[in-house]
């Protein structure tokens, strides 16, 4: 499965973005398709995640501010992400997880967004 991730860049505290991950397999037949993210010196954290069937989870931090959705169509994930922060600052990346007994993770290149105070 190959992951293009799209769509960060600069923006001011309080504006918004939207991230695309666009996958070479169906999304349908992709297990789970998250969001993470790594800010300078700190571990990679998980951010949203959507799964087959739609059902969703997020971070605390991401709740009420961020939203994972997914075009089944354009084999396409992304996340809108409102009221952006300074502490949201990192590198986004795409994963995919994919299969049954045995699963396969996916990681798509990174995607930097910068918010500025």
């Known amino acids: 499965v190959q992951l293009q991730a799209s769509g960060g860049g600069s923006v001011q505290a309080g504006g918004s973005l939207r991230l695309s991950c666009a996958t070479s397999?169906?999304?349908?037949?992709?297990?789970?398709m998250a969001w993470y993210r790594q800010a300078p010196g700190k571990q990679r954290e998980l951010v949203a995640a959507?799964?087959?069937?739609?059902?969703?989870n997020y971070a605390e931090s991401a709740k009420g501010r961020f939203t994972i959705s997914k075009d089944n169509t354009k084999n396409t994930v992304y996340l809108q992400m409102n009221s952006l922060a300074p502490e949201d600052t990192a590198v986004y990346y795409c994963?995919?997880?994919?299969?049954?007994?045995?699963?396969?993770?996916?990681w798509g290149q990174g995607t930097l967004v910068t918010v500025s105070s």
């Open positions: 397999r169906r999304v349908f037949d992709i297990n789970v």
């Open positions: 959507i799964t087959y069937d739609g059902s969703t």
């Open positions: 994963n995919a997880i994919v299969g049954g007994i045995v699963k396969s993770t996916y």
